[in-house]
């Protein structure tokens, strides 16, 4: 009990020192300094939340882990989130001590922890949530992560150990995530997408789960929506993708990847016992979270700033970019810790789908290597700087009054760009 005691007061302490100066928002030191001095904590202070909600998956956590909070706040319920995206165990013990007493009680109805996906089953060995959410599996910091196999079965494994408590709420369009209920003992529910919009009859470069999970044989897909998302079957064993009984419901924000994140909500909040009006309300008071899709304003300029940081992802991000009319782009790339050392995924964008006419900025820790990528798909007309606060402001003098200009960066680029604009540092 006094260790417990003296890691929360610590943590609290930088946490509250962070912020004052300006340091950062104390997002995952706090919680690395109080498990050094409690390694059991995260699995203590679990003990005290009164229901817990784990979102999982490479994109989207954050802005559905969003969606999930505003739709219960909307309800009545006072939630606890990571919600600055710290999502290993680290950043949940933070956001866990940020709100507790120094006694490690917890003052909440709900927490929602969103996980990063190779931190999931780590988190799930300190606690077993009331509803597990996955969302996706893509290709990402490879040098970190492996293919995605590897993380299948890691979360394969953790879920095997999960009580009756927990229920599981999963992607059917997705056959690797769709696959951990096919054995699972633990009540299901499958969201995807029925709509015929967004559906495509051949995969773009960036796919990575064409094979089954089951027999390993090539899967049938008689639709796509991104990447490997879409209706799928495979002919040799007869693993199919299971009939989602959440679909198609709107999504406040723009991106087919934030359908994906509106079903994967609504089926949250349906499995909670949420009314459906409730949640419906709830969904049209969501606001983009922080550098997804978030609008901030510089130099008298409005910028749209876009988390892209995967094949997948950034296809999708630079997809719903060009949707809304870009005129004005700035790709940012970085090489570190958060972002993964490995920058060869950069070739599995599409980046051809950019027309020549677009105002195309480039900038980052690995620019050349990123305008060697524009060169070779074919685009001239770009600038390129490695000084991230001078790209901005020239992306920035290039802008049309009354257009926005879009932003796609990795996550450290993202971080960076925030405190550029604001000032401020966000971990």
Request: net charge positive; proline share 3%; glycine share 8%.
């Given at each position: 009990?006094?260790?417990?005691?003296?890691?929360?007061?610590?943590?609290?302490?930088?946490?509250?020192?962070?912020?004052?100066f300006?340091?950062?928002?104390?997002?995952?030191?706090?919680?690395?300094?109080?498990?050094?001095?409690?390694?059991?904590?995260?699995?203590?202070?679990a003990?005290?939340?009164?229901?817990?909600?784990?979102?999982?998956?490479?994109?989207?956590?954050?802005?559905?882990?969003?969606?999930?909070?505003?739709?219960?706040?909307?309800?009545?319920?006072?939630?606890?989130?990571?919600?600055?995206?710290?999502?290993?165990?680290?950043?949940?013990?933070?956001?866990?001590?940020?709100?507790?007493?120094?006694?490690?009680?917890?003052?909440?109805?709900?927490?929602?922890?969103?996980?990063?996906?190779?931190?999931?089953?780590?988190?799930?060995?300190?606690?077993?949530?009331?509803?597990l959410?996955?969302?996706?599996?893509?290709?990402?910091?490879?040098?970190?992560?492996?293919?995605?196999?590897?993380?299948?079965?890691?979360?394969?494994?953790?879920?095997?150990?999960?009580?009756?408590?927990?229920?599981?709420?999963?992607?059917?369009?997705?056959?690797?995530?769709?696959?951990?209920?096919?054995?699972?003992?633990?009540?299901?529910?499958?969201?995807?997408?029925?709509?015929?919009?967004?559906?495509?009859?051949?995969?773009?470069?960036?796919t990575?789960?064409?094979?089954?999970?089951?027999?390993?044989?090539?899967?049938?897909?008689s639709?796509?929506?991104?990447?490997?998302?879409?209706?799928?079957?495979?002919?040799?064993?007869?693993?199919?993708?299971?009939?989602?009984?959440?679909?198609?419901?709107?999504?406040?924000?723009?991106?087919?990847?934030?359908?994906?994140?509106?079903?994967?909500?609504?089926?949250?909040?349906?499995?909670?016992?949420i009314?459906?009006?409730?949640?419906?309300?709830?969904?049209?008071r969501?606001?983009?979270?922080?550098?997804?899709?978030?609008?901030?304003?510089?130099?008298?300029?409005?910028?749209?700033?876009?988390?892209?940081?995967?094949?997948?992802?950034?296809?999708?991000?630079?997809?719903?970019?060009?949707?809304?009319?870009?005129?004005?782009?700035l790709?940012?790339?970085?090489?570190?810790?958060?972002?993964?050392?490995?920058?060869s995924?950069?070739?599995?964008?599409?980046?051809e789908?950019?027309?020549?006419?677009?105002?195309?900025?480039?900038?980052?820790?690995?620019?050349y290597d990123?305008?060697?990528?524009?060169?070779?798909?074919?685009?001239?007309?770009?600038?390129?700087?490695?000084?991230?606060?001078?790209?901005?402001?020239?992306?920035?003098?290039?802008?049309?009054?009354?257009?926005?200009?879009?932003?796609l960066?990795?996550?450290?680029?993202?971080?960076?760009?925030?405190?550029?604009?604001?000032?401020?540092?966000?971990?």
């Amino acid at each position: 009990m006094i260790r417990q005691y003296f890691a929360i007061l610590i943590a609290k302490l930088v946490w509250k020192i962070s912020t004052l100066f300006n340091l950062g928002a104390g997002g995952t030191w706090p919680g690395e300094l109080a498990l050094a001095i409690d390694p059991f904590l995260l699995k203590k202070l679990a003990q005290k939340l009164k229901g817990t909600i784990v979102i999982a998956g490479t994109n989207g956590k954050t802005t559905t882990s969003l969606m999930v909070k505003t739709i219960l706040e909307g309800a009545g319920f006072k939630v606890i989130s990571n919600s600055s995206g710290a999502n290993l165990v680290n950043g949940v013990v933070s956001s866990l001590i940020q709100i507790s007493s120094i006694s490690g009680s917890l003052n909440g109805d709900f927490a929602i922890l969103e996980a990063d996906e190779n931190a999931l089953p780590a988190i799930l060995d300190n606690l077993s949530p009331d509803l597990l959410v996955c969302l996706n599996l893509f290709r990402d910091q490879l040098d970190r992560y492996g293919e995605v196999d590897i993380i299948t079965e890691k979360w394969q494994k953790a879920i095997r150990k999960l009580t009756q408590k927990t229920k599981l709420v999963l992607n059917s369009d997705d056959p690797q995530i769709a696959f951990l209920g096919k054995n699972a003992s633990l009540k299901t529910i499958y969201f995807g997408l029925n709509d015929k919009i967004g559906q495509k009859k051949t995969f773009e470069h960036a796919t990575d789960s064409l094979f089954c999970p089951s027999c390993g044989s090539r899967l049938k897909f008689s639709a796509v929506y991104y990447s490997h998302l879409g209706w799928w079957q495979c002919l040799k064993c007869d693993l199919k993708r299971p009939s989602p009984q959440i679909f198609n419901w709107d999504s406040p924000l723009p991106g087919l990847y934030n359908k994906y994140n509106t079903q994967a909500a609504a089926a949250s909040a349906k499995v909670l016992k949420i009314d459906e009006a409730v949640i419906k309300k709830g969904l049209k008071r969501v606001r983009p979270a922080f550098g997804r899709q978030e609008e901030m304003e510089y130099m008298g300029r409005f910028i749209k700033l876009m988390l892209s940081k995967n094949p997948a992802g950034f296809n999708e991000s630079l997809r719903t970019a060009l949707d809304l009319k870009a005129n004005n782009l700035l790709i940012v790339l970085n090489d570190r810790i958060p972002d993964g050392r490995d920058v060869s995924w950069i070739w599995d964008v599409d980046f051809e789908m950019i027309p020549a006419s677009i105002h195309l900025t480039l900038s980052g820790d690995r620019a050349y290597d990123l305008g060697l990528r524009i060169k070779y798909s074919g685009l001239k007309n770009y600038l390129l700087e490695t000084d991230l606060q001078k790209a901005v402001k020239q992306a920035v003098g290039m802008q049309v009054a009354g257009e926005k200009l879009f932003i796609l960066a990795t996550y450290s680029a993202m971080l960076d760009i925030r405190k550029i604009i604001s000032g401020k540092k966000i971990l």
